[in-house]
C-alpha cells in the first residue's frame, strides 16, 4: 500500500538532494570518513558503524543527556541513545560522578567489592529474583543463561521466536524456514548447523509453541517480552500466561530478555506485567551507558546449577565452565551500575520518559492520519516506533513483511539533516529522562515535514 502513495522517482531524486546536503554540512566527518579507512577496516571501528543512510558516517564529538554534537559542530535530538545503550541518557550526571570516584580506586581485581553485595540485593528487589551474575554483554549473558538452562534440564533444544534478537549469540541468529529452523540470512562464516539444537517458531503462535514443545526436548524457551529489533511486536492479550503455562507443563524454563523492553518501567517488562521467569536477562543500559548485563535466576535454577557445578567437579572440570571473563563484574563498572540502578533508573525518571513518549506516539499517529498513510505507531514505555503497515504486526514475518529500507533511509537521513536521529535499521525511537517536550516536538516536525516533501509539490 505504501508503493501506491509514495512516488518512488521523487523519493530518489529527494534522497540524493539529502545526501548532498548532508555531505555539503558536514566536511570534517567527511574527512575523518576518508581518514579512517586507513586502519579501520571499512572506516569505522564496527563494520556496521557505516550502516546508516548517510554518504558517510557522521562523527561524534560530545554527547550529553539528550542531545550530541557532530564534529563540524551541528546539535541533535538523539532518539536513538546507542540503540538502547545510553537509553537513560549520555553521560548521566549521577554515573559520571562514580566514575570519577571509581577512577583513582582500581578498575579489575577478579575479586567482589561491596557494590556487587548492594547491586545483588537491589537487582532482587527489583526483579523478584533472588540471585544475579554480571558479564560484559547482553550477549555473554544469554550464551551463559542458555549454557545453564541445558546443565539444569540436561536437554539439548533452545527454542526463540522468528526475528528475535538476543545479541551476537551464534546460536539465536536462526529463522524460521519452510522446513523448520535455518540460519539467519547473512552469516559470516558460520559452519555449523545452529538448527541442530535451536527451534524457531512465530510469536504470539501458541499452537506452534505447544507443537514445539511436546517433544520435550526443550530446555528453555528464550524471548523477549516484547520483540523489538526486527520492528516491534507486542504479545497478545494473555501470551504470556499461556507461555508460562505451557513451558511449565512441558518441564521447560523460560529465560525473559529484558535488554530493550526495559523501557516499559523500573523493573521492566516482567514487574509491569507479573511475569514469572525462571531466568532473567538485561544488558546494555544498566550500567549507563558503559559495557555490562547481568542475569538473574530463581532458586530452584539455583538449585540446578549448583548440583551442575558437583556433577562438572566429579569429572574434573571445576572452575572451568566455558562462561564468563576476566573483566566480567569489574569494580570500574559496577560502580557505574549502582550509581545507575540508584540515582537514574527511578520511577521519577521513567515517568517522566513514558509520558514524553507518549506524546510522540499520539502525535505520530496524527501525521499519519492527517496523510491518509496506510502505517502503525507502537509504544512500549519509553520505546516507540513506526512501521509500514496498517495494523500493528504480531509476528516477526509480519513486521519484517512491513520494511521498506528505501522509504525509512530516506526518512532517517531527511530527519537527521534536520537535527534529528531515530535508530537504524528500523524506526525506533527512546525518549530518555533528559528529553524535553521541545526535542519531541522537533522530532515529530522533522517527521512531517519529510513526509510532506514526499507526498506534496513544495520543497524543504
Not at 562464516?189 to 503462535?205: I, T
Not at 523501557?263 to 509491569?272: D, E, K, L, Q, V
Request: proline share 5%.
Amino acid at each position: 500500500m505504501t508503493h501506491t502513495l509514495v512516488c518512488r522517482a521523487r523519493m530518489r531524486d529527494l534522497q540524493e538532494s539529502e545526501s548532498r546536503a548532508f555531505a555539503l554540512a558536514n566536511p570534517h566527518s567527511r574527512e575523518l570518513a576518508q581518514s579512517a579507512h586507513t586502519g579501520l577496516f571499512g572506516g569505522v571501528p564496527m563494520h556496521w558503524m557505516a550502516d546508516w543512510p548517510t554518504p558517510f558516517p557522521l562523527f561524534v564529538r560530545e554527547a550529553r543527556g539528550a542531545h550530541f554534537v557532530d564534529v563540524d559542530g551541528h546539535a541533535y535530538a538523539d532518539f536513538c541513545l546507542g540503540d538502547t545503550g545510553a537509553m537513560f541518557g549520555h553521560a548521566p550526571p549521577a554515573v559520571a560522578a562514580a566514575m570519577r570516584e571509581q577512577a583513582d580506586r582500581g578498575y579489575t581485581t577478579m575479586l567482589p567489592g561491596e557494590d556487587a553485595v548492594w547491586i545483588g540485593q537491589e537487582l532482587a528487589a527489583r526483579f523478584g529474583l533472588p540471585y544475579w551474575q554480571f558479564t560484559n554483554t547482553a550477549t555473554d549473558a544469554n550464551r551463559a543463561v542458555m549454557r545453564w538452562a541445558r546443565a539444569v534440564t540436561a536437554r539439548p533444544v533452545i527454542l526463540v521466536f522468528d526475528g528475535c534478537y538476543h545479541g551476537a549469540v551464534d546460536e539465536t541468529l536462526v529463522r524460521l524456514g519452510e522446513h523448520g529452523t535455518v540460519h539467519r540470512p547473512g552469516l559470516i562464516g558460520q559452519v555449523q548447523d545452529l538448527g541442530a539444537f535451536m527451534r524457531v517458531v512465530e510469536f504470539n503462535d501458541l499452537a506452534a509453541l505447544e507443537a514445539a514443545l511436546a517433544p520435550g526436548d526443550v530446555a528453555a524457551v528464550l524471548c523477549e517480552p516484547a520483540m523489538t529489533n526486527i520492528g516491534m511486536v507486542l504479545p497478545d492479550p494473555g501470551y504470556h500466561a499461556a507461555l508460562r503455562r505451557l513451558t511449565r507443563a512441558h518441564g521447560t524454563l523460560l529465560i525473559i530478555d529484558e535488554t530493550h523492553t526495559i523501557s516499559t518501567g523500573p523493573g521492566g517488562y516482567t514487574r509491569a506485567f507479573g511475569l514469572e521467569p525462571d531466568l532473567f536477562v538485561l544488558g546494555k543500559p544498566i550500567a549507563g551507558g558503559i559495557p555490562c548485563a547481568v542475569f538473574g535466576v530463581t532458586e530452584p535454577v539455583a538449585r540446578g546449577m549448583r548440583a551442575a557445578q558437583e556433577r562438572a567437579a566429579q569429572g574434573g572440570g571445576h572452575g572451568h565452565s566455558g562462561m564468563g571473563t576476566t573483566l566480567s563484574a569489574n569494580a570500574f563498572t559496577l560502580h557505574a551500575v549502582r550509581a545507575n540502578l540508584a540515582e537514574v533508573m527511578t520511577s521519577a525518571a521513567y515517568a517522566h520518559m513514558i509520558a514524553l513518549a507518549e506524546r510522540v506516539a499520539t502525535n505520530l499517529r496524527r501525521v499519519i492520519a492527517g496523510y491518509g498513510l496506510p502505517w502503525s505507531v507502537t509504544q512500549l514505555g519509553s520505546r516507540v516506533e513506526f512501521q509500514f503497515c496498517a495494523v500493528p504486526p504480531r509476528t516477526g514475518r509480519e513486521a519484517e513483511a512491513a520494511f521498506d529500507t528505501e522509504l525509512e533511509r530516506f526518512l532517517h537521513l531527511f530527519m537527521l539533516n534536520r537535527g534529528v536521529l531515530i535508530t537504524p535499521f528500523h524506526n525506533m525511537m527512546l525518549v530518555c529522562p533528559h528529553t524535553e517536550r521541545g526535542d519531541a516536538d522537533a522530532l515529530v516536525a522533522a517527521f512531517a515535514a519529510g513526509i510532506h516533501a514526499l507526498l506534496a509539490k513544495e520543497e524543504f
